[in-house]
């Protein structure tokens, strides 16, 4: 099965430090979408990539988070300087372009003590 | 801008018993509507979507109908099952970018 992965499933940080998130898609997607959800919320948008463009970004994510897909394939996450407001399910997704139906990996769960 | 309003929960029912969660939407153009389920300790997957206006989604004995006019799409079950615990969002996409997600619905079902 190629589903979307995530990887790694947890991390554990103390704040202050950096962390770094990757995403791998369904291979035949051209969209790649990250979403963070906090314990009793729905995912809230991020950012998403059409192909290797970063096209759209939220205003959650502040100068600290920083996100990437150079060949247009996998993508990763950073947030810099982590706080203990940044714990939370960090969730990626993929999609066609124009498709809608948006396909989520099993989520990396941030912990910063 | 955007945004989706869902019942709140937690919900326990009884196996076999009628399911409705209530989803309510926002939005300034004519956006596709999802329901997405999250068992526990699993992911978000796609239950069913609607695409436009009077559409009805439906999948695993789940239906939603896209009702422009009361801007909702409230998922029904008929008969739930001890397995259809989980969580439930009702999300929305404008213009097929990014997605607006409810806080989440809490189902137990009880045997």
């Known amino acids: 099965d190629t589903g979307v992965s995530q990887d790694p499933r947890h991390k554990i940080t103390k704040r202050g430090q950096n962390v770094t998130f990757r995403c791998d898609p369904i291979?035949?997607?051209?969209?790649l979408y990250w979403y963070r959800q906090t314990l009793g919320q729905g995912p809230e948008f991020l950012t998403y990539?059409?192909?290797?463009?970063?096209?759209?970004k939220s205003r959650l994510l502040s100068d600290r988070f920083s996100a990437e897909r150079p060949k247009g394939s996998f993508s990763t996450l950073e947030i810099q300087r982590t706080e203990q407001g940044d714990s939370a399910m960090y969730l990626c997704?993929?999609?066609?372009?124009?498709?809608?139906?948006?396909?989520f990996g099993p989520g990396t769960r941030l912990t910063v003590t | 801008g955007d945004s989706v309003t869902q019942m709140e929960g937690p919900v326990t029912l009884s196996e076999e018993a009628f399911l409705t969660i209530n989803c309510t939407y926002t939005?300034?153009?004519?956006?596709?509507l999802f329901w997405y389920v999250q068992y526990p300790g699993e992911g978000l997957q796609l239950l069913l979507k609607?695409?436009?206006?009077?559409d009805k989604g439906s999948n695993k004995g789940f239906e939603a109908t896209y009702r422009k006019e009361t801007t909702s799409f409230h998922l029904e079950k008929g008969s739930v099952q001890v397995s259809d615990s989980a969580v439930y969002f009702c999300?929305?996409?404008?213009?097929?970018?990014?997605?607006?997600f409810g806080a989440g619905t809490r189902l137990t079902v009880k045997p």
């Open positions: 939005a300034t153009g004519y956006p596709s």
């Open positions: 997704a993929s999609s066609f372009a124009g498709g809608g139906e948006q396909y």
């Open positions: 990539f059409q192909n290797e463009a970063q096209l759209e």
């Open positions: 999300a929305l996409s404008e213009n097929n970018n990014d997605m607006r």
């Open positions: 291979s035949e997607h051209n969209r």
């Open positions: 609607a695409t436009k206006a009077d």
